[in-house]
């Protein structure tokens, strides 16, 4: 099961997607679908077809966007983080074959469309929680065990 959580960054950008769908884009659509179905005949009409498609897909994301909101918990900052690794730290590690990831720990829902970002629940961010610079983290995966090392932790306060 997933975690819950999600950075304060995160919880705005999600409000204002939310905002951006209800207050912009579906209005928007909604009037190139009525304008397509004051055309007549709906079966053949693409415009109309692709729209009410699009608004299907918004409905369905606001939907998503609402539920969601109200079921996160955002987690703040707190200067006792410092030093040690916890939800929402920016992390530098690096394995035995010299290989670098930086990465930041966050929830579920922001983990998309960035290539930066790993989920609270992911193996490396389980391995990782509560260790400090210099510890090592054993990540079991798939195709094995890792040891990676810590390099550097830092949060946006």
């Not at 099961?1 to 997607?17: N, P, S, V, W």
């Not at 920016?90 to 290989?99: S, T």
């Not at 054993?138 to 946006?156: D, F, H, L, M, P």
Request: with cysteine; net charge neutral.
């Amino acid at each position: 099961m997933r975690a819950a959580l999600i950075t304060e960054q995160g919880y705005q950008d999600l409000k204002q997607e939310l905002n951006e769908l209800w207050r912009v884009e579906r209005p928007e659509v909604t009037k190139k679908v009525a304008w397509a179905a004051s055309l007549g005949d709906r079966s053949e009409n693409a415009d109309y077809i692709y729209n009410k498609k699009r608004l299907r897909e918004i409905d369905r994301r606001v939907r998503y966007l609402r539920k969601s909101l109200e079921n996160l918990k955002v987690v703040h900052y707190h200067p006792e983080q410092e030093g040690r690794v916890f939800f929402g730290a920016w992390v530098e590690v690096e394995n035995d074959a010299g290989e670098c990831l930086k990465f930041r720990i966050v929830g579920y829902n922001e983990i998309f469309n960035r290539k930066d970002y790993i989920s609270i629940d992911s193996p490396m961010a389980k391995a990782l929680l509560k260790k400090q610079v210099d510890d090592e983290a054993v990540v079991q995966t798939e195709a094995g065990t890792v040891s990676w090392y810590i390099n550097a932790i830092r949060y946006e306060k």
